[in-house]
């Protein structure tokens, strides 16, 4: 598989995932695109011991978690929280919501259904994370109820 076949296939996967621990567009549109260059420096040491997609999704979740640390060492005040109310009305509310509750979840929450979301395997999210997959389906469905209440909570239920 080219490089442009692999960005091609695994671009909105990616993105997505990002948006899980961003919950912003552009900082996750970033994110991705570091992903994949990433991606491309690495693609001569894949080594085919899991599949292309695992592997990408592990850089992916090794660099938003990279992300997430270097974020939450700089100052709270320095991106006001009310900024993403204040923007145009979103044609999708319940999907930004989502991504906004997937946010504020743990993160190895934010991994497993981030993963889960993009309909990887258990089998492979069990592999990326290092858990059994049977602690994963656990997770997963611990998870699905934390978002449920957070929507009931919302009034979005």
């Not at 909105?12 to 899980?20: S, T």
């Not at 549109?29 to 992903?35: S, T």
Request: glycine share 4%; charged share 30%.
């Amino acid at each position: 598989m080219t490089f442009e076949e692999i960005y091609k296939a695994y671009w909105q996967k990616v993105f997505r995932v990002c948006m899980g621990y961003a919950n912003d567009e552009d900082l996750a549109k970033d994110m991705a695109q570091e992903v994949f260059i990433i991606v491309w420096q690495q693609l001569s040491r894949f080594r085919g011991e899991a599949g292309i997609g695992t592997w990408i999704y592990r850089i992916a979740t090794n660099h938003c978690l990279r992300q997430v640390e270097r974020q939450s060492k700089m100052q709270k005040s320095v991106l006001p929280m009310n900024l993403v109310e204040e923007k145009q009305p979103d044609p999708e509310p319940q999907i930004q919501l989502l991504y906004r509750f997937i946010s504020e979840l743990p993160e190895a929450d934010r991994i497993i259904i981030s993963l889960e979301l993009e309909d990887v395997r258990q089998s492979e999210i069990a592999s990326i994370i290092g858990l059994s997959e049977a602690n994963v389906r656990v997770k997963i469905h611990r998870i699905k109820e934390k978002l449920t209440q957070k929507f009931r909570e919302h009034g979005n239920a």
